[in-house]
Protein backbone atom coordinates (compact mmCIF):
# COMPACT_ATOMS: atom_id res chain seq x y z
CA UNK A 1 0.00 0.00 0.00
CA UNK A 2 0.94 3.59 -0.53
CA UNK A 3 0.85 6.10 2.64
CA UNK A 4 -0.06 8.83 0.27
CA UNK A 5 -1.02 11.90 2.27
CA UNK A 6 -4.76 13.43 2.08
CA UNK A 7 -3.44 16.85 2.16
CA UNK A 8 -0.47 18.47 0.03
CA UNK A 9 1.18 21.91 0.08
CA UNK A 10 2.36 23.68 2.78
CA UNK A 11 -0.80 25.25 3.91
CA UNK A 12 -1.64 25.86 7.61
CA UNK A 13 -3.14 22.35 8.53
CA UNK A 14 -3.19 23.21 12.59
CA UNK A 15 -3.39 27.41 14.25
CA UNK A 16 -3.37 27.45 17.75
CA UNK A 17 -3.15 30.82 19.27
CA UNK A 18 -3.28 32.13 22.53
CA UNK A 19 -3.59 28.90 24.47
CA UNK A 20 -4.28 29.10 28.13
CA UNK A 21 -5.18 26.33 30.80
CA UNK A 22 -5.23 26.16 34.32
CA UNK A 23 -6.39 23.50 36.67
CA UNK A 24 -7.28 23.49 40.29
CA UNK A 25 -4.62 21.91 42.79
CA UNK A 26 -5.32 21.89 46.69
CA UNK A 27 -5.33 25.88 47.34
CA UNK A 28 -3.43 27.26 44.32
CA UNK A 29 -4.34 26.75 40.61
CA UNK A 30 -1.47 25.56 38.41
CA UNK A 31 -1.24 27.27 35.08
CA UNK A 32 -0.51 24.52 32.27
CA UNK A 33 -0.91 26.76 29.26
CA UNK A 34 0.30 31.03 29.71
CA UNK A 35 -0.91 31.66 26.07
CA UNK A 36 0.90 29.32 23.80
CA UNK A 37 0.68 29.78 19.78
CA UNK A 38 1.23 26.91 17.54
CA UNK A 39 0.90 26.59 13.70
CA UNK A 40 1.93 23.59 11.83
CA UNK A 41 1.59 23.33 7.80
CA UNK A 42 0.58 20.52 5.67
CA UNK A 43 3.89 17.66 5.51
CA UNK A 44 5.61 19.02 8.71
CA UNK A 45 6.87 16.65 11.19
CA UNK A 46 7.41 18.85 14.45
CA UNK A 47 8.83 18.04 17.99
CA UNK A 48 7.72 19.98 20.85
CA UNK A 49 10.25 19.07 23.84
CA UNK A 50 10.69 21.01 27.14
CA UNK A 51 11.47 20.17 30.84
CA UNK A 52 8.46 17.85 32.62
CA UNK A 53 5.53 20.55 33.39
CA UNK A 54 6.33 22.68 30.68
CA UNK A 55 2.92 22.17 29.32
CA UNK A 56 3.80 19.98 26.47
CA UNK A 57 1.02 17.25 26.84
CA UNK A 58 -1.48 19.89 27.85
CA UNK A 59 -1.00 21.28 24.46
CA UNK A 60 -1.80 17.80 22.88
CA UNK A 61 -4.62 16.96 24.60
CA UNK A 62 -5.91 20.54 23.72
CA UNK A 63 -5.02 20.15 19.90
CA UNK A 64 -7.06 16.53 19.78
CA UNK A 65 -9.86 17.90 21.08
CA UNK A 66 -9.44 15.82 24.07
CA UNK A 67 -9.30 19.25 26.75
CA UNK A 68 -11.01 22.30 26.02
CA UNK A 69 -8.63 25.58 26.96
CA UNK A 70 -9.34 28.32 29.47
CA UNK A 71 -8.64 31.28 26.50
CA UNK A 72 -7.48 30.76 22.73
CA UNK A 73 -8.56 29.15 19.53
CA UNK A 74 -8.11 26.00 17.48
CA UNK A 75 -8.16 25.50 14.21
CA UNK A 76 -7.54 21.64 12.53
CA UNK A 77 -8.18 21.71 8.46
CA UNK A 78 -10.26 25.68 9.51
CA UNK A 79 -12.28 23.65 11.52
CA UNK A 80 -12.89 25.12 15.16
CA UNK A 81 -12.31 22.69 17.85
CA UNK A 82 -12.78 25.18 20.56
CA UNK A 83 -16.51 25.70 20.48
CA UNK A 84 -16.81 22.67 18.78
CA UNK A 85 -19.77 20.67 20.39
CA UNK A 86 -18.92 16.56 21.96
CA UNK A 87 -20.37 15.46 18.88
CA UNK A 88 -18.13 17.23 16.22
CA UNK A 89 -15.13 16.61 18.19
CA UNK A 90 -15.44 13.32 17.98
CA UNK A 91 -16.44 13.28 14.62
CA UNK A 92 -13.60 15.74 13.41
CA UNK A 93 -11.08 13.23 15.59
CA UNK A 94 -12.85 9.98 13.22
CA UNK A 95 -12.07 11.38 10.19
CA UNK A 96 -8.57 13.92 10.52
CA UNK A 97 -6.82 13.41 13.82
CA UNK A 98 -5.49 10.14 14.40
CA UNK A 99 -4.05 10.32 18.25
CA UNK A 100 -0.93 7.83 19.32
CA UNK A 101 -0.87 7.58 23.28
CA UNK A 102 1.96 7.04 25.37
CA UNK A 103 0.01 4.25 26.95
CA UNK A 104 -0.96 2.54 24.00
CA UNK A 105 -4.59 2.92 24.77
CA UNK A 106 -4.96 -0.89 23.20
CA UNK A 107 -8.32 -2.84 23.38
CA UNK A 108 -6.98 -5.87 25.15
CA UNK A 109 -9.71 -8.16 24.63
CA UNK A 110 -9.13 -7.66 20.78
CA UNK A 111 -6.38 -8.85 18.48
CA UNK A 112 -4.18 -7.11 16.90
CA UNK A 113 -6.08 -6.84 13.63
CA UNK A 114 -9.39 -6.03 15.48
CA UNK A 115 -7.67 -3.16 17.61
CA UNK A 116 -7.17 -1.62 14.11
CA UNK A 117 -10.18 -2.67 12.10
CA UNK A 118 -12.67 -1.28 14.97
CA UNK A 119 -10.67 2.28 14.66
CA UNK A 120 -11.70 2.08 10.81
CA UNK A 121 -15.65 0.58 11.64
CA UNK A 122 -15.82 3.62 13.93
CA UNK A 123 -14.91 5.89 10.55
CA UNK A 124 -17.69 4.72 8.59
CA UNK A 125 -15.89 2.21 7.11
CA UNK A 126 -17.65 -1.39 6.25
CA UNK A 127 -16.34 -4.50 8.15
CA UNK A 128 -15.20 -5.50 4.84
CA UNK A 129 -13.13 -2.92 4.08
CA UNK A 130 -12.24 -2.31 7.63
CA UNK A 131 -10.23 -5.87 7.89
CA UNK A 132 -9.19 -5.29 4.42
CA UNK A 133 -7.55 -1.67 5.90
CA UNK A 134 -6.42 -3.15 9.08
CA UNK A 135 -4.60 -5.93 6.92
CA UNK A 136 -2.78 -3.44 4.96
CA UNK A 137 -1.61 -0.98 7.67
CA UNK A 138 -0.19 -4.32 10.11
CA UNK A 139 1.59 -5.40 7.12
CA UNK A 140 3.35 -2.07 6.63
CA UNK A 141 3.91 -1.82 10.15
CA UNK A 142 5.67 -5.53 9.99
CA UNK A 143 2.80 -6.49 12.43
CA UNK A 144 1.04 -8.84 9.71
CA UNK A 145 2.36 -12.01 11.21
CA UNK A 146 1.02 -10.89 15.14
CA UNK A 147 -2.22 -9.44 13.69
CA UNK A 148 -4.05 -12.85 15.58
CA UNK A 149 -2.15 -11.67 18.88
CA UNK A 150 -3.67 -9.87 21.60
CA UNK A 151 -1.83 -6.95 22.75
CA UNK A 152 -0.50 -8.12 26.31
CA UNK A 153 1.13 -10.87 23.81
CA UNK A 154 3.39 -7.87 21.98
CA UNK A 155 6.30 -6.18 23.02
CA UNK A 156 6.73 -2.53 23.36
CA UNK A 157 7.39 -1.59 20.20
CA UNK A 158 5.35 -3.63 18.71
CA UNK A 159 2.72 -2.52 20.78
CA UNK A 160 3.54 1.26 20.02
CA UNK A 161 3.59 0.22 16.26
CA UNK A 162 -0.08 -0.88 16.58
CA UNK A 163 -0.93 2.07 17.95
CA UNK A 164 0.33 4.18 14.63
CA UNK A 165 -1.84 1.51 13.03
CA UNK A 166 -5.25 2.24 14.70
CA UNK A 167 -4.26 5.92 14.43
CA UNK A 168 -3.79 5.51 9.96
CA UNK A 169 -6.67 3.71 10.48
CA UNK A 170 -8.62 6.43 9.19
CA UNK A 171 -6.53 8.05 6.80
CA UNK A 172 -5.94 11.17 9.06
CA UNK A 173 -4.33 14.77 7.75
CA UNK A 174 -2.69 15.00 11.34
CA UNK A 175 -1.48 12.83 13.71
CA UNK A 176 -0.63 13.64 17.14
CA UNK A 177 1.76 11.15 19.28
CA UNK A 178 2.22 11.28 23.12
CA UNK A 179 5.81 10.62 23.97
CA UNK A 180 5.76 7.64 21.35
CA UNK A 181 8.98 6.10 22.65
CA UNK A 182 8.56 7.20 26.41
CA UNK A 183 7.56 3.52 27.58
CA UNK A 184 10.21 1.62 25.35
CA UNK A 185 13.66 0.15 25.14
CA UNK A 186 16.35 1.42 23.19
CA UNK A 187 15.38 -1.20 20.20
CA UNK A 188 11.64 -0.58 20.42
CA UNK A 189 12.18 3.39 20.62
CA UNK A 190 14.19 2.95 17.18
CA UNK A 191 11.60 0.61 15.57
CA UNK A 192 8.71 3.90 16.43
CA UNK A 193 11.19 6.05 15.19
CA UNK A 194 11.65 4.34 11.90
CA UNK A 195 8.19 4.50 11.38
CA UNK A 196 7.46 8.22 12.04
CA UNK A 197 10.42 8.95 9.75
CA UNK A 198 8.44 7.04 7.38
CA UNK A 199 5.52 8.40 7.30
CA UNK A 200 6.94 12.14 7.37
CA UNK A 201 9.29 10.84 4.37
CA UNK A 202 5.40 9.94 2.71
CA UNK A 203 4.22 13.01 3.58
CA UNK A 204 2.36 12.78 6.23
CA UNK A 205 2.01 15.81 9.48
CA UNK A 206 2.52 14.63 12.58
CA UNK A 207 3.29 16.42 15.66
CA UNK A 208 4.80 14.83 18.09
CA UNK A 209 5.77 15.67 22.05
CA UNK A 210 8.69 14.13 23.17
CA UNK A 211 11.77 13.77 25.84
CA UNK A 212 13.46 12.13 23.19
CA UNK A 213 16.62 14.09 21.63
CA UNK A 214 16.44 10.77 18.67
CA UNK A 215 13.07 10.97 18.11
CA UNK A 216 13.56 15.40 17.73
CA UNK A 217 16.51 14.25 15.69
CA UNK A 218 13.32 12.78 13.05
CA UNK A 219 11.61 16.10 13.08
CA UNK A 220 11.94 18.70 10.14
CA UNK A 221 11.03 21.52 12.67
CA UNK A 222 11.73 21.20 16.67
CA UNK A 223 9.79 23.63 18.99
CA UNK A 224 10.70 23.92 22.69
CA UNK A 225 8.04 24.70 25.80
CA UNK A 226 9.03 26.32 28.97
CA UNK A 227 6.64 27.64 31.98
CA UNK A 228 3.68 26.92 29.56
CA UNK A 229 4.44 28.97 26.24
CA UNK A 230 5.59 28.17 23.46
CA UNK A 231 9.40 29.53 22.50
CA UNK A 232 10.48 30.84 19.74
Known amino acids: MTLNPSTGGHEELLVATGLRKSYDVDVAPVRALRGADLTVRAGEMVAVTGPSGSGKSTLLGILAGLERPDEGSVRVLGQDLVDASEAE ?8 IGIVFQSFNLLDGMTAL ?11 SSRREATARADELLDLLGLLGRARALPSTLSGGERQRLAIA ?3 ANEPELI ?3 EPTGALDTEGGQQ ?11 GRTLLVVTHSPDVAAAASRVVSMRDGEVLR
Open 176 to 178: LAD
Open 166 to 168: RAL
Open 89 to 96: LARIRRRH
Open 192 to 202: VIEVLRRLHAA
Open 114 to 124: ENVALAALAGG
